[in-house]
T-cell receptor
Framework: GESVGLHLPTLSVQEGDNSIINCAYS??????FIWYKQESGKGPQFIID?????DKRQGQRVTVLLNKTVKHLSLQIAATQPGDSAVYFC???????????FGKGTKLTVNP | EPEVTQTPSHQVTQMGQEVILRCVPI?????FYWYRQILGQKVEFLVS????????KSEIFDDQFSVERPDGSNFTLKIRSTKLEDSAMYFC???????????FGPGTRLLVL
């Protein structure tokens, strides 16, 4: 079946360190992947996305890596800041579908 | 920066009552979605809507649920007879094109007593 899961439910890092948040997906038909950030009481906020014809995409302080061979997605945050503290969700879009399938989320805590 | 808005932010209702959750998608977007998130769980897809009709729906979206775009700006989710298990955060999302980035609203927290 289609599912998106996360390896670690929580991640704690020091301010200034790099963070890596991982995600495994099971639907090989998925062709679009997105990372969202959710702060307490708010809706998911788009961070970065990647399509299946790419294996890496960079944004401002964030990089998404896609390994289709092992169905793995990761989000790297450089120089993590206290404002990065939130729950991070990966989501996949199965080919031919408009819906997003979300993972459970990883709670990132940045310690000053 | 344009954003999706939702009202109300919180809604408390009695079991069996009807509720309508409202969303104003980003103005030039054409595809609209509802998702829900039960406390502490992942976000779940409910329904997608395009060109005034449902394009896809999940198993959660049963006959108690309906969506409507009553005018050029609002997109609503109606739950006809709420159940305790409908308590959740409900998020609206919109996108400009099919398969494009979905932008989410801040959500409506629904509590069914």
């Amino acid at each position: 079946g289609e599912s998106v899961g996360l390896h670690l439910p929580t991640l704690s890092v020091q301010e200034g360190d790099n963070s890596i948040i991982n995600c495994a997906y099971s639907n090989s038909a998925s062709d679009y992947f997105i990372w969202y950030k959710q702060e307490s009481g708010k809706g998911p906020q788009f961070i970065i996305d990647i399509r299946s014809n790419m294996d890496k995409r960079q944004g401002q302080r964030v990089t998404v890596l896609l390994n289709k061979t092992v169905k793995h997605l990761s989000l790297q945050i450089a120089a993590t800041q206290p404002g990065d503290s939130a729950v991070y969700f990966c989501a996949e879009s199965p080919g031919g579908s408009e819906k997003l399938v979300f993972g459970k989320g990883t709670k990132l805590t940045v310690n000053p | 920066e344009p954003e999706v808005t939702q009202t109300p932010s919180h809604q408390v209702t009695q079991m069996g009552q009807e509720v309508i959750l409202r969303c104003v998608p980003i103005s030039n977007h054409l595809y609209f979605y509802w998702y829900r998130q039960i406390l502490g769980q992942k976000v779940e897809f409910l329904v997608s809507f395009y060109n005034n009709e449902i394009s896809e729906k999940s198993e959660i979206f049963d006959d108690q649920f309906s969506v409507e775009r009553p005018d050029g700006s609002n997109f609503t989710l109606k739950i006809r007879s709420t159940k305790l298990e409908d308590s959740a955060m409900y998020f609206c999302a919109s996108t400009l094109s099919q398969g494009g980035t979905q932008y989410f609203g801040p959500g409506t927290r629904l509590l069914v007593l």
